[in-house]
């Protein structure tokens, strides 16, 4: 069975910093695009980071370019999002993906982010 298990959301102050972790099992990361999108109230979905396949060619939205790095880690089966410089419109809850088609798949419940001081 597909597991997402997405971790390391909290309470942080702006300027500060953040790294989310999503854990799978059911499959391996190897062989599917990943990325991590968020939802925050009152506004639409957001794609925020996309890692291609090959874990050559990352996407970022322009809101998080330059402050949130995605990373994988095949060993453990875990896609990081590493979030610096955290602003209060960062706050949302965050979801991880994988995709084979062109569309997102989660199954995971997702980790809250909220900045604020």
């Known amino acids: 069975q597909v597991q997402f298990v997405e971790s390391g959301g909290g309470l942080v102050q702006p300027g500060g910093s953040l790294r989310l972790a999503c854990t799978a099992s059911?499959?391996?990361?190897?062989?599917?695009?990943v990325g991590w999108f968020r939802q925050a109230p009152g506004k639409e979905q957001e794609l925020v980071a996309a890692?291609?396949?090959?874990?050559?060619?990352?996407i970022y939205a322009e809101s998080v370019k330059g402050r949130f790095f995605a990373s994988q880690d095949n060993v453990n089966n875990t896609v990081y999002l590493q979030m610096n410089n955290l602003k209060p419109e960062d706050t949302a809850v965050y979801y991880c993906?994988?995709?084979?088609?062109?569309?997102?798949?989660?199954w995971g419940q997702g980790t809250r982010v909220t900045v604020s001081s």
């Open positions: 993906y994988i995709s084979w088609d062109g569309t997102l798949h989660s």
């Open positions: 059911g499959f391996t990361y190897t062989t599917y695009a």
């Open positions: 890692v291609s396949s090959t874990g050559i060619a990352t």
